[in-house]
């Protein structure tokens, strides 16, 4: 899992069955100082999040077992919506 932000909604209504009804985000990938990494990625959004938020996101089969999506082609999806982040660490 890592955290992202969202940056942008992808519109698609040709796309594979399995993902009829979910919501596409673009996330930017995030490192451990909440910056982004120059990496994004487009990911099923399970928990309703929005524009800015940060959110968490899972790859590959732990991306299909999120809601609905156990027999889905998704390869990333957004599980949780970020209140705040604590690290121990003094960058």
């Known amino acids: 899992m890592y955290l992202a932000k969202v940056i942008g909604t992808v519109v698609s209504t040709s796309k594979d069955m ?13 490192n451990e100082k909440q910056e982004p990494t120059g990496e994004t990625e487009i990911a099923v959004d399970t928990v309703g999040a929005g524009n800015d938020e940060i959110v968490i996101v899972t790859q590959n089969s732990s ?8 027999n889905s082609v ?5 599980v949780g919506i970020v209140d705040t ?3 121990k660490h003094n960058w």
């Open 18 to 30: 399995s993902l009829s009804g979910s919501k596409l985000l673009i996330v930017a990938k995030l």
């Open 85 to 87: 982040v604590e690290t």
């Open 63 to 70: 991306a299909r077992k999120a809601a609905t999506l156990e």
């Open 74 to 78: 998704t390869d990333a999806a957004i």
